[in-house]
């Protein structure tokens, strides 16, 4: 990983991150104070169990995830992207696709929007 | 049946319902046919329920599962394992009714970012072209705070390490507790340490290709930094405005207790009202079958056709219609009507009473004051130092003297020159009265703490009572017609052949202090003096050397007498010569006596072990009550004209901007420093539970917290 992109690639998802790693993402929520803690912090845990190979961890990472969605509206489109994402990873095909059809239907022109739709469309 | 068969065949319900309702792709229309599971299920788990019994049995237990997930906090769960398992469903059920958003909120999102269409986040494309700063993705936030996470994963293994070393058998919460806030620490702390990059290195080195990994490594840390200023800044931007939100809501929050507080002490009143009434209407036994007010007429109408030929029952409807006064504290609109009515009473009883009647009268329970401390101080709520209220040119020439009776109460009043006492409200910062009857400058006042009256000493050697009810009435009346013959004034003593610089009362007697060189003692029932105590020959003319007393302060020399304080039998005097004398008022006789001032003493207060003295010598002196000894000593730049005192704070006024707070419990002291555009000079301070009241010389009342 040389470069931050601005999304993550669906390969992303699969990269799961160490247990301790997670904990301390955890930790980090937690000592802010759970659901009132920073938006970063909680984006950090909630993709983190996403990335896991657990499959209930990566659907409480989306449950998080969902939550964030619902909280911020400026963050919506981009939390879109990461529920497509989570519900791909998880096998819930017809959430993803919900979830990007949407996403498409808003920015016909993202090559990444695209991409991931193809995917899921697959 | 069993709870837990019900239970299965609930959840099975539940389970299959959900996933009917939200699998619609997945599963085909079958189920909702005659023979598919659902119906099923569905039919055998009514059926097994039977009676009414268990079904409120089961509802009481769903409920409490209901409730125990709901405190489930998803963050305190270790795996989604735990957090998605349930009783009733499946984990991938839960998980989809958790997870679903509804089409609404799809769409709205939609509708929210077309308006906001330039902060359209995903615009990777357009944003990379333009190469405008666009706020950072959360994921980017994500990818940036990786580093520093596995820094500190390293750190936490060294700190394992180190804390096993030692040897040390930790209990795991407690371990997980003591980290939380090292992390947090810690967290700032990373941020400097993820940038540290050996530069000696660089200047030493040759290699195009080292110098080129090294420059991307760096480029890719610059962009981490930058990603990381994105989420901090927004992180900051966030906080602050909760932390406005918070404010708010902490002023809201005193304003509610305010105004509870005030509705608390409104209800007291009331309920001691009915009280009184019921007392009242016992005593004389006057209860009536029927609470119609038509009938009790008729019954005032008989009683008046008796009234020829018995003479008490007119006593008894006149108390009748006296009786209506306690309504005045409650409700303004009425004040009115029933101040008239009082006036038509007072007029209908007329000359034949005396003042000394009226003086009795007014000690009854209407007047003595309901209001008793709030158990929950409002002032606590504030930062010491916090001027609370303003009152801005409360009187013409500077404010002369004053009393308040509790924090957020009611304050009395007077200025220079000025020869009328003014009532505010400190909660409502307004003026409710304005007593007039001086005719000279009123030189010390006292609020009364039993009944609802002040009493006033003035330049003109007059003593006043006031009946402060009666003088807000009449104040909201707009001084109609009734005022020149129903004055709030009650009573006037009037025996003095000087003017009267100091004042005390107690429940039964009135102690005060004139320039002509006596000290009476009044009878605060029947208005009579008891006693005269002669100073000519125990105060000598003083020899000090006259300080300079600003021309507020009327007189070119000190007050014989400039502060007294009477308790039960016991009476202190700071007088002209700077001597504090303790006085036993039955044999009129000084029992002890301060000696240390070298100049006039302006001001005193005692408690039970204490007593502090103020003086134009610029010292505050304390002294121990029980051994006459001096405590303690504090020396100042400018005469001491105002002291008050108890067990936790002493607040002094020695005429600047600002006046000094001691704090007695911490032994520190401290200065209430007013704001910089407020230049008048602080002469009279007067201190009750953490709450200051100040008065200047160009007129303006602040009340404080200290």
Not at chain 1, 49 to 75: A, C, F, Q
Not at chain 2, 657 to 675: A, G, H, I, L
Request: charged share 25%.
């Amino acid at each position: 990983m040389t470069k931050s992109d601005f999304l993550p690639t669906l390969e992303d998802a699969y990269q799961p991150l160490l247990t301790e790693q997670l904990d301390i993402l955890r930790q980090q929520v937690i000592s802010e104070g759970g659901d009132s803690a920073s938006l970063q912090s909680r984006f950090n845990y909630a993709w983190a169990l996403v990335k896991s190979h657990d499959v209930n961890n990566s659907r409480l990472g989306i449950k998080l995830l969902t939550d964030i969605y619902r909280e911020s509206p400026s963050r919506r489109r981009e939390c879109l992207y990461y529920l497509t994402i989570g519900c791909y990873k998880v096998g819930e095909y017809s959430m993803a696709k919900r979830y990007v059809d949407i996403l498409y239907e808003h920015e016909p022109n993202n090559l990444q929007i695209k991409a991931l739709k193809e995917m899921v469309g697959n | 049946m069993d709870d837990n068969e019900q239970f299965s065949q609930l959840r099975n319900v539940i389970s299959t319902t959900a996933s009917a309702l939200l699998g619609i792709e997945n599963l085909d229309k079958s189920i909702l046919s005659s023979n598919s599971r659902y119906k099923k299920i569905l039919s055998e788990t009514i059926k097994n329920l039977g009676g009414d019994d268990s079904l409120v049995k089961l509802r009481k237990n769903f409920s409490n599962l209901k409730r125990q997930e709901e405190s489930h906090d998803a963050y305190e769960r270790y795996s989604g394992d735990d957090y998605f398992r349930n009783q009733l469903t499946d984990s991938r059920t839960t998980f989809r009714v958790l997870t679903y958003l509804s089409d609404e909120i799809l769409k709205a999102s939609l509708d929210d970012e077309k308006s906001n269409h330039d902060q359209g986040l995903l615009e990777f494309t357009n944003e990379e072209e333009s190469g405008t700063k666009n706020t950072s993705s959360l994921f980017q936030g994500f990818e940036a705070s990786l580093p520093i996470l596995n820094e500190r994963l390293e750190n936490n293994d060294k700190n394992k390490y180190i804390k096993n070393s030692e040897g040390n058998d930790h209990n795991n919460n407690n371990d997980n507790n003591d980290d939380k806030n090292d992390k947090l620490f810690e967290f700032t702390n990373n941020y400097i340490s993820s940038v540290s990059i050996d530069t000696e290195k660089i200047s030493r080195s040759y290699s195009m290709k080292y110098l080129k990994t090294l420059s991307e490594d760096v480029l890719r840390k610059l962009n981490f930094t930058l990603i990381q200023e994105d989420v901090t800044k927004e992180e900051v931007e966030d906080l602050s405005i909760k932390l406005e939100r918070l404010k708010e809501r902490h002023q809201s929050a005193c304003k509610r207790l305010e105004t509870v507080e005030q509705d608390e002490l409104f209800l007291e009143n009331a309920l001691s009202l009915i009280k009184d009434r019921m007392k009242f209407i016992q005593e004389y036994d006057l209860e009536l079958e029927s609470n119609d007010p038509e009938i009790e007429d008729i019954n005032q109408n008989e009683k008046s056709y008796n009234e020829a030929k018995e003479s008490n029952d007119l006593n008894t409807s006149q108390q009748n219609v006296e009786d209506l006064k306690p309504n005045t504290f409650v409700n303004n609109d009425k004040d009115v009507t029933v101040a008239k009515s009082e006036a038509i009473v007072s007029k209908v009883k007329t000359k034949n009473q005396k003042t000394i009647n009226r003086l009795q009268r007014f000690y009854n329970e209407e007047n003595r004051k309901s209001r008793k401390l709030p158990t929950t101080l409002l002032q606590s709520h504030y930062e010491p130092g916090t001027n609370i209220a303003t009152i801005e040119k409360a009187h013409e020439n500077g404010v002369y003297c004053m009393d308040f009776d509790m924090p957020f109460g009611t304050l009395c009043t007077a200025g220079y020159l000025d020869h009328t006492v003014n009532v505010w409200d400190l909660t409502r910062k307004v003026k409710v009265a304005e007593m007039s009857g001086h005719l000279a400058t009123i030189q010390c006042m006292q609020l009364g703490s039993h009944y609802n009256m002040l009493i006033t000493g003035g330049k003109d050697a007059m003593l006043k009572i006031w009946d402060i009810n009666l003088a807000t009435q009449l104040y909201q009346e707009d001084q109609s017609s009734i005022e020149s013959d129903y004055n709030s004034c009650i009573h006037t003593f009037d025996s003095h052949s000087g003017g009267i610089t100091a004042l005390s009362f107690d429940s039964v007697h009135l102690v005060s202090a004139s320039q002509d060189k006596t000290i009476r003692q009044w009878d605060l029932v029947n208005g009579k003096c008891i006693q005269t105590i002669d100073l000519s020959s125990v105060v000598k003319q003083n020899q000090t050397d006259i300080v300079n007393i600003p021309d507020f302060y009327s007189s070119s020399e000190p007050f014989v007498t400039g502060s007294l304080q009477c308790f039960d039998a016991a009476l202190a005097t700071g007088t002209r010569d700077g001597l504090v004398r303790l006085w036993d008022m039955r044999s009129g006789k000084v029992v002890r006596t301060f000696m240390g001032h070298t100049n006039a003493v302006t001001s005193l207060k005692f408690d039970s072990y204490n007593l502090i003295s103020g003086s134009l010598d610029k010292s505050i002196r304390t002294w121990d009550l029980r051994t006459g000894s001096l405590s303690d000593l504090f020396a100042y730049d400018s005469p001491v004209y105002s002291i008050d005192f108890d067990s936790s704070n002493l607040v002094s006024a020695i005429g600047e901007t600002s006046f000094k707070v001691y704090n007695r419990k911490d032994d520190k002291q401290w200065e209430c420093v007013n704001s910089a555009e407020d230049t008048s000079s602080i002469y009279h301070v007067k201190y009750k539970n953490n709450y200051a009241v100040t008065g200047s010389n160009d007129g303006t009342i602040k009340a404080w917290v200290v």
